[in-house]
């Protein structure tokens, strides 16, 4: 009897559980991730964004709900939001309610479709490639000097004509893991930095040294918004200020106790029209105003 119960109990848990929703992921995406430059932790937050937006239809959830789904730190999880808009996988998008007239903002996932649309697009013109080579193999000796089949491009060693002496096919040496005789085969080709393949190395923190984020949050008493985080990203992507200078400038907004946005950003506006790019410019230019 306690068996049927448990029965019962898990046909109950699984019917509630499809009709909860279910949420629509192009296979792509699932498939192709890391060809993509995608880690696993970018493709479980892209996941739940996509959630949240078709199940509970939230365009914007905070960084609270979204780190109770992930179990993701806070630094690591705005780290990664700030990686994704950087590398252009989402768009942080600000607008007006036709209805409630009210400031709306939005995370904008139509760069991801795309994304996968060309990914799909690549892949679907290398699949007629391979057909068309299947279909229609062209001659053993081309003349690009490559010996072609439908499945395999062996290069053909280049002979040297020099008059008077007898010409010789070069020696090679064969590579220990590759039979004697076996033909070279080329790598296929990748999808490029078009479908996703972005280079993410950029400059590696020491160790100890405080998330540029996490000290704002500090600074504020409060976690800071997604269009504050979009902010500090476009002063450091977009205006090229290193975080050097946005450091000093948060330092002086709180000094003259004016802690907001927009009396940092007059801060940086004033030293980039100045053109102050370093610690010591900046150092010295206050200095020279003080005299």
């Known amino acids: 009897m306690f068996d049927d119960q448990i029965e019962d109990q898990t046909a109950t848990g699984f019917a509630s559980a499809l009709t909860s929703g279910i949420v629509s992921v192009p296979f792509p995406l699932l498939k192709w991730y890391t060809k993509l430059s995608l880690n696993d932790t970018e493709l479980v937050l892209l996941l739940q964004l996509i959630a949240f937006q078709q199940i509970d239809r939230t365009d914007l959830p905070s960084m609270e709900q979204l780190q109770a789904r992930t179990a993701l730190k806070p630094d690591v999880l705005a780290s990664t939001l700030h990686k994704l808009m950087k590398n252009g996988w989402i768009k942080l998008e600000s607008g007006v309610d036709g209805q409630s007239g009210m400031h709306t903002d939005r995370y904008d996932l139509g760069p991801l479709w795309n994304r996968i649309g060309q990914a799909w697009a690549a892949d679907n013109m290398m699949q ?24 395999k491009i062996v290069p053909i060693p280049q002979v040297n004509v020099t008059p008077g002496r007898t010409n010789q096919m070069p020696q090679s040496k064969t590579p220990p893991n590759r039979p004697a005789g076996a033909p070279i085969v ?8 078009s479908l996703g393949g972005i280079n993410h190395s950029g400059v590696t923190k020491p160790a100890g040294m405080p998330d540029i984020f996490s000290v704002f949050e500090e600074e504020f008493a409060r976690p800071i918004t997604p269009m504050e985080r979009e902010t500090i990203s476009q002063w450091l992507d977009k205006d090229k200020v290193g975080e050097t200078l946005v450091m000093m400038a948060l330092r002086e907004a709180v000094f003259n106790n004016k802690l907001n946005f927009r009396y940092i950003d007059k801060i940086l506006l004033d030293w980039r029209t100045n053109n102050l790019r370093t610690k010591e410019d900046v150092k010295r230019f206050q200095q020279n105003n003080k005299e």
């Open 128 to 151: 007629q490639f391979k057909q068309n080579a299947a279909d229609n193999p062209v001659p053993k000796v081309a003349a690009s000097g490559f010996s072609t089949s439908a499945e």
């Open 186 to 193: 080329l790598p296929p080709p990748r999808l490029g930095p």
